[in-house]
């Protein structure tokens, strides 16, 4: 029997990445998922694939009347939402300075404000059902600051404090809430990053500026190590029975990222 038999659960951004893996997990482990994203078309495609305890639903996360919408929907093909991930998000780069007030407010909405409102829509519910297991989404990004991607950061310390306060207020009632702070995620996320990232060093080497592309950070287990199932995994375990005692937690799926600093040649360094 799988680990998530009998659970209702709805996913956001669910088409593609992180949240792709977490509903074909949650379906391999027994739940009946409904899957929400603005990515149509790959949603669909997921969902036809995964078979007939998943279905595909369009859900902005921004806006309430969607989320109404949505529940309805999952109530309707799965009966009483006992799950939610709130995983949909998108990212800004950009250097602090250089961001936009309209993306600083996209970014807080979708990934700050959507969560909010799909915890606000799926509580009655889960009330009523006995009880439920909210799950965000959140990163590394949650527990350090990062350069280059301030709006994000600060939408990801959002969603964990939410997660804190969400958790004191709705544990008596037997909803848990928790955090995962993922380092692995889609490409299709982090490429605009990283594309802008080797820009910036491949114009400061070419202006003869002396970097040491060798110094820390170090990712202690290699970057390449994690994948969006290991997240995935963390997600299906505080959705389920097996962490009924974790409620209003940051569980880091990092390899060690945010342990510490390591600085190369030092003793017990690699
Ligand atoms: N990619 C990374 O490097 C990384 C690292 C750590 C944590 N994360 C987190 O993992 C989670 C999943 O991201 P991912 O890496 O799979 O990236 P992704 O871009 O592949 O997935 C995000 C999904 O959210 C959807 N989405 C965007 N706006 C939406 C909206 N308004 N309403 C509904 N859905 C919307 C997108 O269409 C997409 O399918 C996010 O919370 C992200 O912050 C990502």
Same mark, same amino acid.
């Given at each position: 029997?799988? #680990?998530? @038999?009998?659970?209702? !659960?709805?996913?956001?951004? =669910?088409?593609?990445?992180? +949240?792709?893996? &977490?509903?074909?997990?949650?379906?391999?482990?027994?739940?009946?998922?409904?899957?929400?994203?603005?990515?149509?078309?790959?949603?669909?495609?997921?969902?036809?694939?995964?078979?007939?305890?998943?279905?595909?639903?369009?859900?902005?996360?921004? #806006?309430? @009347?969607?989320?109404? !919408?949505?529940?309805?929907? =999952?109530?309707?093909?799965? +009966?009483?939402? &006992?799950?939610?991930?709130?995983?949909?998000?998108?990212?800004?780069v950009a250097s602090f300075e250089e961001h936009s007030h309209e993306r600083i407010q996209?970014?807080?909405?979708?990934?700050?404000?959507?969560?909010?409102?799909g915890m606000q829509a799926v509580i009655?519910?889960?009330?009523?059902a006995g009880g439920?297991?909210?799950?965000?989404?959140?990163?590394?990004?949650?527990?350090?600051g990062e350069v280059g991607i301030a709006a994000y950061g600060a939408s990801k310390w959002g969603l964990r404090g939410l997660t804190k306060c969400a958790a004191l207020e709705l544990g008596r009632r037997a909803i848990r809430v928790n955090l995962v702070a993922a380092a692995p995620g889609s490409s299709e996320m982090s490429a605009p990053f990283f594309a802008q990232t080797t820009k910036r060093l491949q114009e400061?080497?070419?202006?003869?500026?002396?970097?040491?592309?060798?110094g820390p950070p170090v990712q202690p287990m290699g970057r390449g190590a994690g994948s969006v199932r290991h997240v995935a995994q963390m997600v299906a375990?505080?959705?389920?029975?097996?962490?009924?005692?974790?409620?209003?937690?940051?569980?880091?799926?990092?390899?060690?990222?945010?342990?510490?600093?390591i600085f190369p040649g030092s003793p017990g360094s690699y």
């Open positions: 029997m799988g #680990k998530l @038999e009998g659970k209702v !659960a709805i996913v956001t951004g =669910a088409a593609r990445g992180t +949240g792709e893996a &977490t509903a074909r997990l949650f379906v391999e482990e027994g739940a009946r998922v409904l899957l929400v994203d603005v990515l149509d078309e790959q949603g669909e495609k997921v969902a036809a694939e995964l078979g007939s305890t998943a279905a595909y639903h369009r859900l902005d996360v921004r #806006k309430p @009347e969607a989320w109404a !919408a949505g529940l309805a929907a =999952a109530e309707q093909a799965f +009966g009483a939402v &006992t799950v939610l991930v709130n995983n949909a998000a998108i990212l800004e996209e970014v807080l909405d979708v990934n700050l404000v959507g969560p909010f409102l009655p519910g889960m009330d009523e439920g297991s909210i799950v965000n989404v959140g990163s590394i990004d949650s527990l350090e400061r080497i070419a202006a003869g500026e002396e970097i040491d592309l060798a375990f505080l959705a389920s029975e097996e962490s009924a005692y974790c409620n209003g937690g940051d569980y880091a799926v990092d390899g060690g990222f945010t342990a510490g600093h």
